[in-house]
């Protein structure tokens, strides 16, 4: 061909560093589909609970193997085949205790969280700890935090972490509020103030503190800003302006 040895393992050293896919970088991860563990919606004037396995396969010994077993003669084989019914009886169990966990658990978030499966709204959430979940069903703690992870909540509102449903107590007084109640109560004060003269995170802690409804001054900054709400300086000029 004309072409010299060396211009050709040249050639080939260039071709070997270039990408056989020069466009992965600019493509877009595929969509990462979500299926609900649990559907939790209205239906006429009832909420309705109902598990979401129709995606999970069935799980049972196989009638073959198990004909298998009683047929053996062999003691090994016998011994060797009881074990693995065993493992087997044990799998299905703990997949059947898992999901009527699940169930108990479903069922459980709609009762305490009912006023938001009836408004969508957050601030309607109340607080509901996994402890206090394991202490109504009689489990470990542990139990529902595996129960809970990973898993999602169909409702008329969309999609929703089944963790979100358990939310702490704010405040150590007569009053005690979810985090999503508390940012309702601040961004409240703060509509209802002079624009000129804002009201500080140390005035609005005292407010909520007059209220029943203990909050530091560095938690009212941190709800505050988690409503998208500025400062005292930042409002105060926006007012101004």
Do not use: W
Not at 31 to 54: F, S
Request: a positive charge.
């Amino acid at each position: 061909m004309g072409v010299a040895e060396a211009e050709i393992d040249a050639a080939v050293a260039q071709i070997r560093k270039l990408n056989p896919n020069p466009v992965a970088s600019i493509q877009e991860d595929p969509p990462q589909y979500i299926i609900p563990d649990v559907t939790i919606v209205q239906k006429g004037d009832r909420l309705v609970c109902e598990l979401e396995d129709q995606y999970l396969p069935t799980v049972s010994i196989n009638n073959d193997d198990y004909q298998m077993y009683l047929q053996a003669s062999d003691k090994e084989t016998k011994r060797y085949l009881r074990e693995k019914m065993d493992e087997a009886d044990a799998l299905i169990s703990g997949l059947s205790r898992r999901k009527q966990t699940m169930m108990q658990l479903a069922e459980l978030v709609m009762q305490r969280q009912e006023a938001y499966f009836n408004t969508g709204e957050r601030t309607s959430l109340r607080p509901f700890t996994m402890k206090q979940a394991a202490e109504q069903l009689a489990v470990h703690e542990s139990t529902i935090s595996r129960a809970a992870a990973g898993k999602y909540v169909q409702t008329n509102y969309g999609m929703v972490p089944m963790r979100q449903f358990f939310i702490r107590a704010v405040g150590k007084n007569q009053t005690k509020l979810s985090a999503y109640q508390i940012q309702d109560e601040i961004k409240k004060l703060i509509n209802q103030e002079d624009p000129r003269r804002p009201l500080s995170d140390q005035i609005i802690a005292g407010i909520l503190d007059q209220s029943g409804i203990t909050c530091s001054r560095r938690a009212v900054a941190k709800y505050r800003q988690l409503c998208g709400i500025g400062s005292t300086i930042e409002r105060r000029a926006v007012a101004r302006a």
